[in-house]
Antibody, heavy 118, light 107 residues
Framework: EVQLQESGPGLVKPSQSLSLTCSVTGYSITSNYWGWIRKFPGNKMEWMGYISYSGSTSYNPSLKSRISITRDTSKNQFFLQLNSVTTEDTATYYC????????????WGQGVMVTVSS | DIQMTQSPSSISVSLGDRFTITCRASQDIGNYLSWYQQKPEKSPKLMIYRATNLEDGVPSRFSGSRSGSDYSLTINSLESEDTGIYFCLQHKQYPFTFGSGTKLEIK
């Protein structure tokens, strides 16, 4: 069974970087696309970006140059780094697998709540 | 960016009733739309893909439809386990964008 699990600090100070790991089991990240999505307080959802099976990336322009998604295929993990965070980056962060056939995100992690506060 | 206008934002429905949620796309997205259910403290679950297709394992009381730029998720004969937040996602164009969510409660 495909499983995803996010990990990382739950508290980040303003202006610092947020770094999260998504560990995938049951499926290789060298197939499909793998995304990061966040849910803000109040339930607004935002697609942040993805890394593909080949390692190419695509990001939400709203995040401009603050975001980076990378991977370690040897550990079957992919990573999110978001720089220069503000309190507006407080959210629950999810990693998810993009299903073949333009179906949508078919497997999600449990999510990790990240608070940006001094 | 493509805006997805979702309605209603919340609703309370009686068991056994029929209920419909709608997302309206600001631009043409074809059938590149999926629907998700999220229960408290749980991750989202894919329910409908490409606007009208039921994901494996999803009860047949759920269905998706499209009329022009309006996309609907319908639940026939609501059951107690259907409570949660539902949202749509367009994946026709980057950046992918979500609807604002509908909170469904049982009356």
């Amino acid at each position: 069974e495909v499983q995803l699990q996010e990990s990382g600090p739950g508290l980040v100070k303003p202006s610092q970087s947020l770094s999260l790991t998504c560990s995938v089991t049951g499926y290789s990240i060298t197939s499909n696309y793998w995304g990061w999505i966040r849910k803000f307080p109040g339930n607004k959802m935002e697609w942040m970006g993805y890394i593909s099976y080949s390692g190419s990336t695509s990001y939400n322009p709203s995040l401009k140059s603050r975001i980076s998604i990378t991977r370690d295929t040897s550990k079957n993990q992919f990573f999110l780094q978001l720089n220069s965070v503000t309190t507006e980056d407080t959210a629950t962060y999810y990693c998810a697998r993009w299903a073949y056939g333009y179906k949508g995100f078919d497997y999600w992690g449990q999510g990790v709540m990240v608070t940006v506060s001094s | 960016d493509i805006q997805m206008t979702q309605s209603p934002s919340s609703i309370s429905v009686s068991l056994g009733d029929r209920f419909t949620i709608t997302c309206r796309a600001s631009q043409d997205i074809g059938n590149y739309l999926s629907w998700y259910q999220q229960k408290p403290e749980k991750s989202p679950k894919l329910m409908i893909y490409r606007a009208t297709n039921l994901e494996d394992g999803v009860p047949s009381r759920f269905s998706g439809s499209r009329s022009g730029s309006d996309y609907s998720l319908t639940i026939n004969s609501l059951e107690s386990e259907d409570t949660g937040i539902y949202f749509c996602l367009q994946h026709k164009q980057y950046p992918f964008t979500f609807g604002s969510g509908t909170k469904l409660e049982i009356k």
